[in-house]
Each structure stands twice: as C-alpha cells, then as structure tokens.
C-alpha cells in the first residue's frame, strides 16, 4: 500500500489527474472515506486525467452520473445503499462489463461487489483541515 499526503484540494485533483491519465478500459477505482473526505476533488481530478474539463460532481441523488472523454467513466455514490437490492437496482452489474471506467464513493458500503483487481483509495484527514491521507491498493501514482 502507498500513502499520499495530499495539503490542499487543488493537490488531490492533482493526483486524481495523474491516476486518471495512467487508467485503461474496464479499470474500478473503489473510494473509502467518510464525508468530506475528498472523494469527489479526487474524482474530479481523475475525470480531468481522462479528458473531462467540467460537469464532475457528487452523484448522491442520481446515484451515478456518465461522463465522456478518453474513456467514459461512470461515478457511483454508494452511501444510499444498503443492501444487495439497492446495488442490483442501480444498474452496477451491467457496468462492470462496459469497458468504462468506474469510480464509486462509499465503497465500504459494497465491499462484497467490489472487483478483486480494483485500485482502492482510502482517504482519511490529515493534520490539518485541509490534509488528506491517501492510502493505494493496486497502483502507483
């Protein structure tokens, strides 16, 4: 596992672009962390590594939003689901065999679907307001 010190948003965007720029078809990006954590900074930066110059923002009440650039990615907010009917209703499942990217927030609340092969970030808060920790599984950046 790789730790990240992140000291602002703008540097976990930042690192969200470099991960987004080194992803292939079909990658899962697996978010863990609690409100405010900074999922959705990182997803934007992810986004932007992929060609997405705008639009990316949290999912919670559409529970998964589309986006089009190198690969189209699909950004999932899990924090709503509570169990295997929730998940099979979102449409999860069909998503995984699209070739897109997946990124899902609130990971931890579908830990039994999540893919073996996903690259899992867990972000927590670091010394001060604006620190993130950013724990790897599955990748270098």
Same mark, same amino acid.
């Given at each position: 596992?790789?730790? /990240?010190? %992140?000291? *602002?948003?703008? &540097?976990? &965007?930042?690192?969200?672009?470099?991960?987004?720029?080194?992803?292939?078809?079909? #990658?899962?990006?697996?978010?863990? =962390? =609690?409100?405010?954590?900074?999922?959705?900074?990182?997803?934007? =930066?992810?986004? #932007?590594?992929?060609?997405?110059?705008?639009? !990316? %923002? %949290?999912?919670?009440?559409?529970?998964?939003?589309? /986006?089009?650039?190198?690969?189209?990615? /699909?950004?999932?907010?899990?924090?709503? !689901?509570?169990?295997?009917?929730?998940? /099979? *209703?979102?449409?999860?499942?069909?998503?995984?065999?699209?070739? $897109?990217?997946?990124?899902? @927030?609130? %990971?931890?609340?579908? &830990?039994?679907?999540?893919?073996?092969?996903?690259?899992?970030?867990?972000?927590?808060? =670091?010394?001060?307001?604006? @620190?993130?920790?950013?724990?790897? &599984? $599955?990748?270098?950046?």
């Amino acid at each position: 596992m790789q730790e /990240y010190l %992140s000291k *602002s948003p703008a &540097e976990t &965007e930042a690192f969200g672009k470099k991960l987004g720029e080194k992803l292939n078809p079909g #990658s899962v990006i697996a978010l863990y =962390g =609690g409100m405010g954590a900074g999922k959705t900074a990182l997803t934007r =930066g992810i986004a #932007s590594g992929l060609g997405i110059a705008q639009g !990316v %923002s %949290s999912p919670t009440f559409a529970l998964v939003h589309e /986006y089009e650039g190198r690969l189209t990615v /699909y950004h999932f907010d899990m924090y709503r !689901v509570e169990s295997w009917d929730d998940l /099979y *209703s979102t449409g999860f499942f069909d998503y995984l065999d699209t070739g $897109g990217v997946m990124i899902i @927030e609130w %990971s931890e609340n579908i &830990e039994g679907a999540i893919p073996d092969n996903a690259i899992r970030i867990h972000l927590r808060q =670091g010394e001060t307001e604006n @620190e993130r920790i950013l724990s790897c &599984e $599955g990748v270098n950046v």
